[in-house]
C-alpha cells in the first residue's frame, strides 16, 4: 500500500534541477507532497488531485500521471532552502474520510 | 492561530511506565491523525479520528497503544506499559475536509530507557 519513492536520495549544487518520483501500486485519487526539514516537524507542499487540479503554496511544480499512477516533484533552480527530506502521501478513504499513506521519503541536499 | 500544539516536547521514560502525549488541534480542524516516526520505518499514521470518532486505528502497533480524542480540542496518545522500542518522534496533524491539507504539530520525541 506504501507508495515507492525514487531515488532515495539526491545531491545537488545551488541551481540545479532535480525530479523526485512517486508511485503506486494502487489506483490513485489524488497525491499530496510534504518537505521535512531536520529536526522539524512536515510541511504541506502541495496537492495533485485526479483531472489535474493542483493547490499549493509554494512555486514548485509536479505532474500526476493517473495512468501510470505516478507523481513526480519537480524542483527547478534549487535554493539551499529546498534541502530537506520529501515524502508523497496517497490518499485512501474510508467513508467520507481519507488517510494518508506517505512514502519513505527522499532526502535532498543542497549544497553552495 | 497558534498550529497543531503538542506536549510533552521531548519525553525520557523508563520501560514499564505510562506515557501521554497530548495534542491541541487547529481550531476548526475536523481530523485529527496521530503520526509516528523512525528511521527505519518512516512515517507511520496509528489513527485518525474524524469528528472526534475513531475512524481507522489500524496502524496503533499493539493494545500497549490507546488514543482518545474527548473533544473537538484535545486529543491523547497512551502508552502503557512502554517498551524501548516506543522510542519515536509522535506527531499529530489536523486538517479540515476541503482543502485536506495536513498541519503538523511539532512532535514529542520519546525516548524509553
Known amino acids: 500500500q506504501q507508495p515507492v519513492q525514487s531515488p532515495q536520495a539526491v545531491i545537488l549544487r ?17 497525491v499530496h507532497w ?19 487540479e493542483q493547490k499549493g ?6 505532474s500526476f500521471n493517473e495512468k501510470k499512477q505516478q507523481s513526480s516533484l519537480y524542483l ?5 532552502s529546498y534541502s530537506g527530506t520529501y515524502f508523497c502521501g496517497t490518499e485512501i478513504y474510508s467513508g467520507n474520510t481519507g488517510k494518508l499513506i506517505f512514502g519513505q521519503g527522499t532526502t535532498l541536499q543542497v549544497k553552495p | 492561530d497558534a498550529g497543531v500544539i503538542q506536549s510533552p516536547r521531548h519525553e525520557v521514560t523508563e520501560m514499564g511506565q505510562e506515557v501521554t502525549l497530548r495534542c ?47 473533544n473537538a480540542s484535545f486529543s491523547t496518545l497512551k502508552i ?19 482543502p ?7 512532535g514529542t520525541r520519546l525516548t524509553v530507557t
Open chain 2, 24 to 70: 491541541k488541534p487547529i481550531s476548526g480542524h475536523n481530523s485529527l491523525f496521530w503520526y509516528r516516526q523512525t528511521m527505519m520505518r518512516g512515517l507511520e499514521l496509528l489513527i485518525y479520528f474524524n469528528n472526534n470518532v475513531p475512524i481507522d486505528d489500524s496502524g496503533m502497533p499493539e493494545d500497549r497503544f490507546s488514543a482518545k480524542m474527548p
Open chain 1, 14 to 30: 545551488e541551481g540545479e534541477d532535480a525530479v523526485i518520483n512517486c508511485s503506486s501500486s494502487k489506483a490513485l485519487y489524488s
Open chain 1, 34 to 52: 510534504y518537505r521535512q526539514k531536520h529536526g522539524e516537524a512536515p510541511v504541506f507542499l502541495m496537492i495533485l488531485l485526479k483531472g489535474g
Open chain 2, 80 to 98: 502503557q506499559p512502554s517498551e524501548p522500542r516506543d522510542s519515536a518522534v509522535y506527531f499529530c496533524a489536523s486538517s479540515s475536509t476541503d
Open chain 2, 100 to 106: 485536506y491539507e495536513q498541519y503538523f504539530g511539532p
Open chain 1, 57 to 62: 503554496h509554494e512555486k514548485i511544480s509536479a
Open chain 1, 76 to 80: 527547478t533552480a534549487s535554493q539551499l
